[in-house]
Every structure is written in C-alpha cells, then in structure tokens.
C-alpha cells in the first residue's frame, strides 16, 4: 500500500479536511480505494510558522512515499529538511 504525506499549515479543521478530500476523490475516480491501495499521514503545523520544520522532519522520518506540501512554505521547509538528512 502507498503511503502518501501531507504537510500543512494548518489545522485539521473541517474545512481543511475537506480541502483534501478532493483528492482521495480524485484518487477514488482512478479506481484507488483509501486504505486499501493508499493511505494519507498527515502533519499539521496549526497555523505556527515554528511548527513547519518539526512537522516536515516527522513526514520525512515516516518514510511516507510522495510528499505533498502545502502551502509553498511547507514545501520549502520539507525540502530543507529532507537535504538535511
């Protein structure tokens, strides 16, 4: 099974969560089933700028296979910690 890692600035609110139900959606249109042909690792930042590096260091630790980062900084912060390792 494929595990997918998400980054995000944000809190797991409703709304966000379902921001990213578009694409286990998406995925599920393909013919991809959540938890059984892929699953999703989450780490939230809740909004704290601080929070991302630690966050991002967490997803890369948890060898999750794609990495999606968002918004651009957590993209940014997941490839400086990813080069420093």
Request: charged share 25%; glycine share 12%.
């Amino acid at each position: 099974m494929r595990r997918i890692g998400i980054l995000e600035m944000a809190s797991p609110d409703k709304d966000r969560l379902g921001y990213w139900r578009i694409l286990t959606d998406a995925m599920g249109g393909q013919g991809h089933v959540e938890n059984r042909d892929f699953s999703i690792e989450y780490h939230w930042a809740h909004g704290q700028q601080e929070r991302l590096a630690g966050a991002a260091k967490e997803l890369v630790d948890s060898a999750v296979d794609p990495c999606r980062g968002a918004p651009f900084q957590g993209c940014r912060c997941g490839a400086y910690v990813t080069c420093k390792n």
